[in-house]
């Protein structure tokens, strides 16, 4: 056998037990002569021979696959020897910095949790494309090195040596290939896409990740949402035991869940809706609701301290609410709250009929602004949901969420840009791209959403060169932009471009998820630090003078 050395416990008395592992597994060698493995290290490799034999009953180890046997050592021979101080110990990780596991995540993918992740993440990519196969569609590899794109993030660019002064870009999806392959005239294109975006780094995003890209010619919506639905309800009814949302799943359009939820990606484990309490409460005589959206969440037989009140109230001011206020619904339904004086016995009934108010209820409040009372309401849904343990952790709670608008306002520069992606069909055609409608325009825009995460993006595209120069105008743009960033769609869309759609979902993601792990870098082989940055690599790095020069690139103090 040949492996790594993980345990050496020497009984003395001419005793020695050697733990034995490699990708399968772990055995127990016998050794009978010590001092032959004098300076010997764990984590070292070695090759050796020896007797398998049967252990006694009462030895048996039922936590080893090998646990009923173990090998007797005739002769080895040492491989690669190991420092004989690790920078921390392989199978307790989790005594280590992130920072030191990445630097050295070499020894860290030796552990047993981490490197099975990785084999996990094989078969999960082999079923994808098994399944994609299954349902017609065929597996096209798109350009790594590209141009750059507006897409709403960041791009990586990548000066050229031939053209002085230009760039390569990496590729932040394949998106303008994948419209070009329906030009093509391929009827159904996937592949697992590496997309690279320049951003911070955060628990559920990277500087590089990969996404399970499709498109489909002569397709709707509703074509993309049925070919989403199976593919995420086949993958997660297949690795998990965990319950899945039936077909089809939730639609739920966006305005919609911004005001029930206070999100475009709702954890729908979490029971709590809230409520737009602006009509009745605005005619109460507190003078702050006279001036404000105001919204409610009511919850069910809350029996907490004056503490745990303060401390929600607390909570919601760090994240910017001016404040919370809460009603408490006594035996007799009548409110305990410092509102209460506030409010009329019509007011009262009111919220009592609308948010259906109970003995025991607590209703919580909150006002503000038209732009931050959606993104407060949901964070106190959340906050609610985590502090009382409302979500059931046994499920995959899948939604889809459509009809995006197709702008958005952007109050620091006065101006309209695209609120999600520049390529979609805006619903109504050509007839509905007006100045004077522009913040009511949706878009045939869509994400599949599940237990608070965004797990895939899509759209119908638009492939009418009119109406796409006339969304570009309204959002910024002349007619020579489109012309010169999009020249490959725009002169593809003259010969005949069909309807087309797709989506994107994320593989890191739906490892994620699969694994109840949070943090998206554990889902991968060599990640990025938080920082942006690869200990292990010593990158980002300088470069040479020499390979400067060549790219005409002259760094700036």
């Known amino acids: 056998i040949a492996g790594w050395i993980e345990q050496i416990r020497n009984l003395g008395a001419n005793l020695m037990f050697l733990l034995i592992r490699d990708e399968t597994g772990t055995v127990q060698v016998i050794c009978n002569n010590p001092e032959k493995f004098n300076g010997v290290t764990r984590e070292s490799t070695i090759t050796l021979s020896g007797k398998i034999v049967k252990r006694t009953k009462e030895m048996v180890n039922p936590n080893m696959k090998t646990g009923d046997i173990e090998i007797e050592l005739i002769s080895f021979e040492i491989l690669g020897k190991c420092a004989a101080t690790l920078p921390f110990e392989i199978n307790h990780p989790e005594n ?49 090195i590209t141009t750059s794109s507006p897409e709403g993030a960041r791009d990586f660019v990548i000066p050229s040596r031939n053209y002085k002064g230009k760039f390569y870009a990496l590729p932040q999806a394949p998106q303008i290939y994948k419209q070009l392959l329906m030009v093509s005239g391929f009827n159904k294109y996937f592949q697992i ?28 919506d509703e074509d993309v949402y049925a070919v989403g639905e199976r593919i995420f309800y086949d993958i997660f009814t297949h690795f998990s035991d965990k319950e899945v949302s039936e077909r089809p799943f939730r639609r739920i359009p966006f305005k919609e869940a911004m005001l029930k939820y206070g999100s475009d990606k709702p954890d729908l484990r979490n ?55 809460y009603i408490k619904v006594n035996e007799d ?43 407060l309401a949901g964070l106190l849904r959340i906050k609610l949901g985590n502090e009382l343990d409302l979500l059931d952790k046994n499920k995959f709670e899948f939604c889809i969420i459509n009809d995006f608008p197709m702008y958005e306002y952007n109050e620091e520069e ?32 869509y994400d599949f959403v599940c237990n608070g995460y965004e797990m895939a993006s899509g759209a119908v595209r638009n492939h ?26 725009y002169t593809a869309f003259q010969y005949g471009a069909p309807p087309h759609a797709g989506m994107a979902p994320g593989i890191d993601r739906i490892l994620m998820l699969l694994k109840d792990e949070e943090n998206i870098r554990e889902m991968v082989a060599f990640p990025l630090g938080a920082n942006g940055a690869d200990a292990m690599m010593g990158c980002p790095g300088e470069v040479f003078e020499k390979q400067l020069r060549e790219t005409h690139i002259k760094v700036r103090d």
């Open 193 to 220: 896409a590496p997309c690279f975006r320049d951003e911070d780094c955060r628990a559920d995003r990277t500087l590089e990740f990969y996404q399970l890209d499709l498109e489909m010619s002569f397709a709707t």
């Open 414 to 445: 006065n101006t309209w840009d695209f609120g999600h992606n520049p390529f979609s069909m805006p619903q109504g055609g050509l007839e509905a791209l007006t100045e004077d409608n522009i913040e009511n325009v949706v878009a045939y825009q």
């Open 464 to 489: 009418d060169i009119r109406i796409m120069k006339r969304a570009f105008e309204l959002a910024g743009y002349t007619d020579e932009d489109v012309e010169t960033k999009f020249r490959s769609l």
């Open 271 to 325: 029971p709590l809706v809230i409520e737009d309490l602006t009509d009745i409460l605005s005619k109460s005589s507190f003078e702050p609701f006279k001036t404000s959206l105001i919204r409610g969440i009511t919850v069910k037989n809350i029996d907490k301290s004056n503490s745990w009140y303060k401390s929600m109230e607390e909570y919601m001011k760090s994240v910017g609410a001016p404040a919370l206020a």
């Open 96 to 144: 280590a910095s992130e920072e030191t596991r990445l630097k050295y995540r070499y020894l860290d993918l030796r552990n047993e949790k981490h490197h099975n992740t990785v084999l996990f993440r094989s078969k999960v990519i082999d079923y994808i494309r098994s399944l994609m196969k299954e349902m017609g569609f065929t597996e096209i590899a798109t350009p790594i």
């Open 333 to 375: 339904m009548t409110f305990k709250s410092s509102l209460d004086k506030f409010l009329t016995d019509e007011i009262r009934k009111e919220l009592v009929d609308k948010c259906n108010l109970e003995a025991g209820s607590t209703l919580f409040v909150l006002a503000d602004s038209k732009n931050k009372i959606n993104k």
